[in-house]
C-alpha cells in the first residue's frame, strides 16, 4: 500500500505537532501526516509528572489540540512507528508493512527512557514514566500507601519523588549526585532543591550509584552505596536517549546520539528535517549547535521545522528554557545550557530566590523562584549577550 504526502512528520509529539500546524500556517500544501504509535491525538508531556501523577488532571485535559484540529488543518494521524527511511526514494516503512512516500519529512521521534545498565533494570516492577500509558499502568499498580524508589534527581526525578509524596506514598530518592541537579546548576541552587525534598518528607539516597537491583518475592532492592533499599516500586529517571536510528541508518553521523541540523532545522539529507528531543541544532543567536529536551523548545524547533518545509525563510534563535514544579514550587530556567564558569545567588523573601550564570564575560542561564520578573528579563540578557559583570 503506498501514500503520498507532501509533507511527513515522523512523531506524534509537541515537535511533530507544531510542525505541522506550522506548515499550513506558512500556506504549505498537499496532504499532511503525522506517524505516531500511541494511537491519540499528541499531548502536553510535562503534567505526566506534576498534575497526572498527584491525580489533579486528568487525561482528557493533556490533548495539543481536539481531534476537530485534524479537520480544520487537513491534517492526517497516521497509526504506525516508523522502521526503514529512504531519503533517496523519499519513501518511509511503517511497522506492518504500510509504506508511505514523502517531498518532506520531519524527523519527531523523540527521546526515550535510558536504563541503567545494571542487573535487575528490566525487572517489571522497574519503571519509567513517558507515556501517558506509563502513569497510567504505574497507578494501577500502586497500591495505597506503598513504598516507592525514585532513581535519579534530575528534575523529572524530583518532579516524580514530590508527586508521589503528596499521594501518600514512601519514597526513597537515589542518585549518584551529591545534590539534586548539582552538574547542571551549581552547589547553592542544588542545595535549595535538597532542602525542597527534605521538606517534602523523601527520605534520601544521594552519591551513591545504583549497582544493583534485586527481586525477594514482591519487593525489590535497590542496591547502592553499599547498602540497601527496598519497595515494591521502583521509577527509574536518569535521563533520556535520542530516537536517531533511522537517521542512522542513512548513513547520517549522530553527534551524542542526536541529529546535526542547521538554524532551518535541515539535515544533510535533502527533503530531510528534525525537531525536538532527536536533533542536535543550531541556534542562530548563540552561533552554535546546542542539544535541549526542553517541551517549549520541542514547539519552537517544530514550528520552525514545518515553516521551513513549506519554504518559509525562518531559523531557531530562541533561548532554551523550561519550567519545573516540584511539590507546590515552581523554578523556571533559561539558559543556552552548554555550561557555565561562574555563578551568583540572590536570595529573595519567602524562600524566593535567583540564580545567574556566566561564561566567557556574558551572562548564559539563569534560574528562579518566586523571581518571575529576573526569568523574564534574564531571558533577554542571555539572548543579547549581556556581560557577566552589568
Given at each position: 500500500m503506498s501514500?503520498?504526502l507532501?509533507?511527513?512528520?515522523?512523531?506524534g509529539?509537541?515537535?511533530?505537532?507544531?510542525a505541522?500546524?506550522?506548515f499550513r500556517?506558512?500556506g504549505?500544501g498537499?496532504?499532511v501526516g503525522?506517524v505516531?504509535d500511541e494511537?491519540r491525538?499528541?499531548?502536553?508531556?510535562?503534567?505526566l509528572t506534576?498534575?497526572?501523577?498527584?491525580?489533579?488532571a486528568?487525561?482528557?485535559?493533556?490533548?495539543?489540540?481536539q481531534e476537530s484540529?485534524?479537520v480544520?488543518?487537513?491534517?492526517?494521524?497516521?497509526s504506525?512507528?516508523?522502521?526503514?527511511?529512504?531519503?533517496e526514494a523519499?519513501?518511509?516503512?511503517?511497522?506492518?508493512?504500510?509504506?508511505?512516500?514523502?517531498?518532506?519529512?520531519?524527523?519527531?521521534?523523540?527521546?526515550?527512557?535510558i536504563?541503567?545498565?545494571?542487573r535487575?533494570?528490566?525487572?517489571p516492577?522497574?519503571?519509567?514514566l513517558?507515556?501517558?500509558?506509563?502513569?497510567?499502568?504505574?497507578?494501577?499498580?500502586?497500591?495505597?500507601g506503598?513504598?516507592v524508589?525514585?532513581?535519579?534527581?534530575?528534575f523529572?526525578?524530583?518532579?516524580?519523588?514530590?508527586s508521589?509524596?503528596?499521594?501518600?506514598h514512601?519514597v526513597?530518592l537515589?542518585?549518584?549526585e551529591?545534590?539534586?541537579?548539582?552538574?547542571r546548576?551549581?552547589?547553592?541552587?542544588?542545595?535549595?532543591l535538597?532542602?525542597?525534598?527534605?521538606?517534602?518528607?523523601?527520605?534520601?539516597?544521594l552519591?551513591?550509584s545504583?549497582?544493583?537491583i534485586?527481586?525477594?518475592?514482591?519487593t525489590?532492592?535497590?542496591?547502592?552505596?553499599?547498602s540497601?533499599?527496598?519497595?515494591?516500586?521502583v521509577i527509574?529517571?536518569?535521563?533520556?536517549?535520542?530516537?536517531?536510528?533511522?537517521?542512522?541508518a542513512?548513513?547520517i553521523?549522530?553527534?551524542?546520539?542526536?541529529?546535526?541540523?542547521?538554524?532551518?532545522?535541515?539535515?544533510?539529507?535533502?527533503g530531510?528535517l528534525?525537531?525536538?528531543?532527536v536533533?542536535?541544532?543550531?541556534n542562530?543567536a548563540?552561533?552554535?549547535?546546542?542539544?535541549?529536551e526542553h517541551w517549549?523548545d520541542?514547539?519552537?524547533?517544530?514550528e520552525?521545522?514545518g515553516?521551513s518545509?513549506?519554504?518559509?525563510?525562518?531559523?531557531?534563535?530562541?533561548?532554551?528554557g523550561f519550567?519545573?514544579?516540584?511539590?507546590?514550587?515552581t523554578l523556571?530556567?533559561?539558559a543556552?545550557?552548554d555550561?557555565f564558569?561562574?555563578?551568583?545567588?540572590?536570595?529573595?523573601g519567602?524562600g524566593?530566590?535567583t540564580?545567574?550564570?556566566?561564561s566567557g564575560?556574558?551572562?548564559?542561564?539563569?534560574?528562579?523562584?518566586l523571581?518571575d520578573?529576573?526569568y523574564?528579563?534574564g531571558?533577554?540578557?542571555?539572548?543579547a549577550?549581556?556581560p557577566?559583570?552589568?
Open positions: 501514500d503520498e507532501e509533507l511527513l512528520v515522523l512523531g509529539g509537541a515537535a511533530g505537532f507544531a505541522a500546524g506550522a500556517a506558512a504549505g498537499g496532504a503525522i505516531t494511537l491525538m499528541p499531548y502536553r508531556r510535562p503534567p506534576k498534575e497526572l501523577l498527584r491525580g489533579e486528568t487525561e482528557e485535559q493533556l490533548p495539543l489540540a484540529w485534524l480544520q488543518q487537513d491534517v492526517r494521524l497516521i504506525g512507528r516508523a522502521v526503514g527511511l529512504d531519503s523519499r519513501t518511509v516503512d511503517l511497522s506492518g508493512g504500510r509504506r508511505l512516500r514523502y517531498a518532506d519529512c520531519v524527523l519527531a521521534t523523540g527521546a526515550e527512557p536504563r541503567l545498565p545494571v535487575g533494570a528490566d525487572d516492577a522497574v519503571r519509567v513517558r507515556t501517558v500509558a506509563d502513569v497510567r499502568e504505574l497507578l494501577r499498580r500502586l497500591g495505597g506503598d513504598q524508589i525514585v532513581i535519579g534527581s534530575g523529572i526525578g524530583c518532579e516524580i519523588a514530590s508521589l509524596r503528596t499521594r501518600g514512601p526513597t537515589v542518585s549518584d551529591q545534590a539534586p541537579n548539582i552538574a546548576l551549581g552547589g547553592e541552587p542544588a542545595a535549595q535538597l532542602g525542597w525534598l527534605e521538606q517534602d518528607g523523601i527520605r534520601l539516597c552519591g551513591a545504583v549497582d544493583a534485586e527481586r525477594d518475592g514482591e525489590l532492592e535497590v542496591l547502592a552505596g553499599g540497601g533499599h527496598r519497595a515494591r516500586h527509574m529517571a536518569v535521563g533520556v536517549a535520542p530516537r536517531g536510528e533511522l537517521a542512522t542513512l548513513g553521523e549522530l553527534k551524542g546520539g542526536a541529529v546535526p541540523v542547521d538554524p532551518a532545522m535541515r539535515t544533510v539529507c535533502p530531510l528534525a525537531a525536538g528531543d536533533c542536535l541544532a543550531e542562530a548563540a552561533g552554535r549547535r546546542l542539544r535541549v517549549g520541542a514547539l519552537g524547533q517544530g520552525v521545522a515553516a518545509a513549506a519554504g518559509a525563510e525562518v531559523a531557531w534563535a530562541d533561548v532554551p519550567w519545573s514544579t516540584i511539590g507546590r514550587r523556571k530556567y533559561a543556552w545550557g555550561g564558569q561562574e555563578m551568583r545567588l540572590e536570595l529573595h519567602a524566593g530566590f540564580a545567574w550564570y556566566g564575560g556574558s551572562i548564559v542561564g539563569v534560574l528562579a523562584h523571581a520578573e529576573d523574564e528579563r531571558r533577554e540578557l542571555i539572548a549577550g549581556a557577566w559583570d552589568r
